[in-house]
């Protein structure tokens, strides 16, 4: 039989506005952490730690305490949280059992929002279940019962096409082209952080969302209530960092290829950028520009005058970004020093070798913060001293040869413990040199990102994806998702990464499709690893790894190169938009690509739209992703007025029209009336077939 326990019985402090519970060899702290949101912590037989994994340290907040006979009433702006606590007389063990539960409400209108995990009568179930592991580490686990009706964005990038997130059950671990950023938005009106770096897994059923963690040394999460999703993402982006202002090089075109293999070669193509008229904000020197793997330097016969052609490429312009990988090959200058200071991850088991690409080699652990320093000291000596100050963080999972996360120990600690804070610390590792040095305008290139990794100047591409459909419709969602996991600086390989064949026709229309999807992304960047391959001899016979086909806006035959290169104009002409809509992202927390329901939340059809998606409040994009389709279907939501950027025609929110899509146009529709000079721009020389399919003005059929 559950009594409530006498006021004085609670084993529950207050302390301001922070509350905490002792019992079962338990002890549960929540407290206020921003304006509209506290933070969980548990452990047992112990004191919750004050991990800064990513969370900073919260503003003040009006909170107040309201003290019951079986518990208490945190309320924090918008959110309300019941602690309850229970005991009852266990027959089965013969003594008294106490427990603490937890319910988090609107405070505005009273709504549940989500509660821990109800015991079950007889079921006996635990919200927070902490099993202990050898070695002192904890198990966990942690239940809540949701609305079943919820829709559930953000957990960062997994390459799949589900955007409502309800039903699915999703790794919390890094993989190549995978970024688990454990933050999601429920429709419901509250934000949800799992504030804990191990590897485990986020299962979001329709009966309850569990969180695990395999390794752990306590519960610690963090939960915000909002009536809007773009309050929700604000108050997230206060809670763990906002992204700094994008530096004007990242509003522009980047060009890459897997790899231009000397400086002649990458001088080259920046010329013939000049001399066409075509806009180039940052041209890349790939990966094995260096001697050996973990050297972090150039390789003087291919690249002898760096600090020449970083020269004339400013004159032009256009600035270079390097590849910087965090292995350290066993042939390394730099191998020996590093594993005699204990700098380099550790395998548990086995031979101590991560990865063999090119050799066998380790990865630099970078969650300490000797090496750290160590890492930027070097990286300013060899390639800051030339002016360069964007960088290629690659391999920033890491991406071990084997995915076996309980092999590999960091100075923080076991890999399963606190494995996917690691690209947040390689972000770090850059951002702080960088700005230690006096440098303002921090950008790099990242594979991979955890929660926080945004204050650090993180761009994130989405890895190592193929070169098809598939892969193109799933960037559109995973862009979404990202933004609203805090990560405003999103990218991907135009044109996929792997097999794209230059000579193949179908392929020149896919790069169309992806390149029209690219100019409208947060940075629009130009990559992958074509074919046909070149290989690459140095001057004494030795190989050295081969070049991918050429990757140029030139290099897919004429047709292809006509709407290529009207996009990416039309993306310089955009640079004074996608300069507002960075300042957004930097000073408000707004994701800069976002999904319909963003900025519609009380439209319900904006919430299933998985191919279509917003860059700031005023474009609406709605990529081909389908080989052979010449039109689309294109859902304008309610509660605005939308002109179609190809024929000028305006229509009504709240309804489904279907427009051309030749291959040289990507649909585009402008909001209220914005950014009217760009009608017409999207269309180029098929504007006037637009209009003529529909057999009016409007440009566009309404079906719904």
Request: glycine share 10%.
């Amino acid at each position: 039989m559950t009594t409530p326990p006498v006021p004085g019985d609670l084993s529950l402090q207050v302390d301001g506005a922070r509350l905490t519970w002792r019992g079962e060899g338990e002890t549960l702290v929540v407290e206020p952490w921003g304006a509209d949101a506290v933070r969980v912590r548990s452990t047992l037989q112990g004191d919750v730690e004050d991990a800064d994994w990513a969370l900073l340290a919260p503003a003040a907040s009006d909170a107040r305490v309201e003290t019951r006979a079986d518990g208490a009433t945190l309320t924090v702006g918008r959110l309300r949280v019941e602690l309850t606590v229970a005991a009852w007389f266990h027959e089965i063990v013969g003594y008294e059992v106490t427990r603490c539960d937890l319910a988090f409400y609107d405070a505005v209108d009273g709504r549940p929002l989500l509660r821990e995990q109800d015991r079950g009568g007889s079921l006996n179930l635990t919200a927070r279940r902490l099993r202990p592991r050898l070695g002192g580490d904890l198990e966990l686990t942690a239940s809540f019962e949701t609305p079943a009706d919820e829709k559930l964005y953000g957990m960062g990038l997994y390459q799949q096409d589900l955007l409502d997130l309800k039903g699915s059950t999703l790794e919390l671990a890094h993989r190549n082209s995978q970024a688990s950023v454990p933050f999601v938005l429920s429709s419901a009106g509250y934000g949800f952080l799992w504030h804990n770096p191990a590897v485990g897994r986020a299962t979001f059923g329709r009966n309850r969302t569990e969180w695990t963690a395999e390794s752990t040394r306590q519960l610690d999460y963090w939960v915000t209530a909002g009536d809007s999703p773009a309050a929700i993402t604000r108050a997230y982006a206060d809670a763990t960092g906002h992204a700094p202002m994008m530096p004007e090089r990242g509003l522009g075109f980047w060009q890459c290829k897997l790899r231009y293999t000397s400086q002649d070669e990458l001088l080259a193509v920046a010329r013939e950028h000049t001399r066409r008229g075509l806009p180039l904000d940052v041209i890349v020197a790939d990966f094995f520009h260096w001697p050996r793997m973990g050297d972090f330097r150039f390789d003087e016969e291919f690249w002898p005058d760096p600090q020449a052609m970083v020269d004339e490429l400013a004159e032009m312009g256009v600035e270079l970004m390097v590849s910087v990988w965090p292995q350290i090959a066993t042939t390394s200058e730099n191998y020996s020093h590093l594993r005699r200071n204990n700098l380099l991850v550790r395998a548990e088991r086995g031979p101590d070798v991560h990865m063999a690409f090119q050799g066998p080699s380790a990865f630099l652990d970078v969650t300490n913060p000797e090496a750290r320093r160590w890492l930027w000291d070097t990286c300013r000596e060899n390639y800051g001293r030339y002016g360069i100050r964007t960088f290629w963080l690659d391999e920033a999972e890491p991406e071990y040869g084997v995915y076996d996360f309980d092999n590999y120990r960091y100075h923080a600690g076991p890999n399963v413990r606190v494995g996917n804070v690691y690209p947040q610390h390689y972000a770090r590792a850059f951002a702080e040199g960088q700005r230690a040095d006096g440098e303002t305008d921090v950008v790099n290139l990242l594979r991979c990102a955890w929660a926080g990794s945004q204050r650090y100047g993180a761009l994130v591409w989405s890895g190592d994806i193929s070169s098809t459909f598939t892969d193109l419709r799933r960037q559109v969602v995973a862009g979404i998702h990202m933004g609203v996991a805090g990560i405003p600086w999103f990218t991907t390989d135009i044109g996929g990464f792997h097999d794209g064949d230059a000579t193949d026709p179908d392929f020149g229309e896919l790069l169309v499709r992806w390149f029209q999807f690219g100019a409208f992304c947060p940075v629009m960047r130009l990559h992958g690893d074509r074919l046909p391959y070149r290989e690459v001899t140095a001057a004494d016979g030795s190989p050295r790894l081969r070049s991918g086909g050429p990757n140029e806006l030139w290099s897919f035959g004429e047709e292809v190169y006509a709407v290529l290169e009207r996009y990416v104009h039309l993306r310089e002409d955009l640079r004074g938009y996608v300069r507002e809509v960075m300042r957004t992202a930097h000073a408000d927390g707004q994701p800069a690509m976002r999904g319909l329901f963003h900025d519609f939340p009380h439209d319900p059809a904006c919430w299933d739209v998985a191919d279509q998606f917003l860059l700031g409040r005023d474009l609406l994009v709605a990529p081909v992703l389908e080989a052979g389709a010449r039109e689309r279907a294109v859902y304008l939501p309610a509660g605005a007025r939308w002109t179609d950027a190809a024929s000028g025609a305006v229509h009504d929110g709240g309804t489904t029209v279907v427009v051309d899509a030749p291959l040289d146009v990507v649909p585009v529709f402008l909001r209220d009336g914005a950014l009217g000079d760009l009608v017409g721009r999207t269309a180029g020389r098929t504007a006037g077939r637009t209009a003529g399919r529909s057999g009016s003005v409007t440009g566009g059929t309404p079906v719904g």
